[in-house]
């Protein structure tokens, strides 16, 4: 059963920086892709960053871009999100999820059941 398990959230200064893992069992970690999405108080699913643990491409979504770094372990079958000069408007639950196939694809097959993270200003 492939499982994806989020951990890392919790309250934060506006201006200070968070690292969010995702811990990740049931598949073969490094042929596999990893997005990380978050969804804010009365707003859509946004998407922010993918990873591909067998060459290490990343994806970012333009909003979130210059902000944010994906990384892989694959020792730790984990991928990590950093997120620095956070603001309020970045307080949302924050999700990983597994593509079905790769960081293009807009099919996902696991969600993890989400982490909060709240800042404050």
């Known amino acids: 059963e492939v499982q994806l398990v989020e951990s890392g959230g919790g309250l934060v200064q506006a201006g200070g920086s968070l690292r969010l893992a995702c811990v990740t069992s049931?598949?073969?970690?490094?042929?596999?892709?990893i997005s990380w999405f978050r969804q804010a108080p009365g707003k859509g699913r946004e998407g922010l960053a993918c990873?591909?643990?067998?060459?290490?491409?990343?994806l970012y979504a333009d909003s979130v871009k210059g902000r944010i770094a994906i990384s892989s372990d694959n020792a730790k079958k984990s991928v990590y999100l950093v997120m620095d000069f956070l603001e309020p408007e970045d307080t949302a639950i924050y999700y990983c999820?597994?593509?079905?196939?790769?960081?293009?694809?807009?099919?996902?097959?696991?969600w993890g059941r989400g982490i909060q993270v709240t800042v404050s200003s």
């Open positions: 990873i591909t643990t067998w060459d290490g491409e990343t």
């Open positions: 049931g598949f073969t970690f490094d042929d596999a892709a």
């Open positions: 999820a597994k593509p079905v196939e790769d960081c293009r694809g807009e099919k996902y097959e696991t």
